[in-house]
């Protein structure tokens, strides 16, 4: 749990808008049912084909083992549990585009594991007109005793809060704003980082896959 916690119903839309108006960034700690979350959680740990995760988009990917050593595997659709975790995201997405106008257009996510020692160095998720990510989102699939912990920074690199990865929690936060990063895990963790992205043409190319 974070130090500072706001703690929010994830079914109290007005206390999720109002948190995210005044800081730009929510957490949400019970957003998964336990049934919701011990099924994806499953997946994540015994189906999903986790591989290295790479950095930078198309002709830039690269695997970069210093930056971050997590596994991760994009999501398909193909499980209930998917379907029913992207059906949830479909009703944060309709919230933020009715109550702060957004205008987010699709959502893409994936399993990562970072084990122990693995990190992801701090980075932020968007460059200003280089991305079309406006919200970054990221549920536990797990509860941790010790490290992994998501250190997310201000604008000015001043520390805002450790969030210790609780199962079922997510935190939402605007894609740009914030620097972030995972501490290096001692427990494995598991989660779901996911971004909601805009319709935006970038270097002529439309809504490129990223
Ligand atoms: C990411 C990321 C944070 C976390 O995948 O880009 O920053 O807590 N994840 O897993
Ligand atoms: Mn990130």
Known sequence: MPASEL???V???DAIVDAFYQHGWVWLPNFLSDELNTALAHEA????QLAPAGVGRQGAHQLNQQIRRDATQWFDGRTAAQQQYLAQMTLLQ??????CFLGLFDFECHFARYQNG???QKHVDAFSGRSNRVLTTVSYLN???AGGELALYDEHDKLIDKFLPTAGGLILFESERFPHEVLPAIDTRYSIAGWFRKNASINGVLDPAS
């Open 7 to 9: 703690v929010i119903d």
């Open 143 to 145: 509860s941790v005793n």
């Open 45 to 48: 740990q015994y189906e999903a």
């Open 94 to 99: 309709q919230l933020f585009n009715r109550r």
């Open 11 to 13: 079914l109290d839309s």
């Open 118 to 120: 693995d990190y992801y």
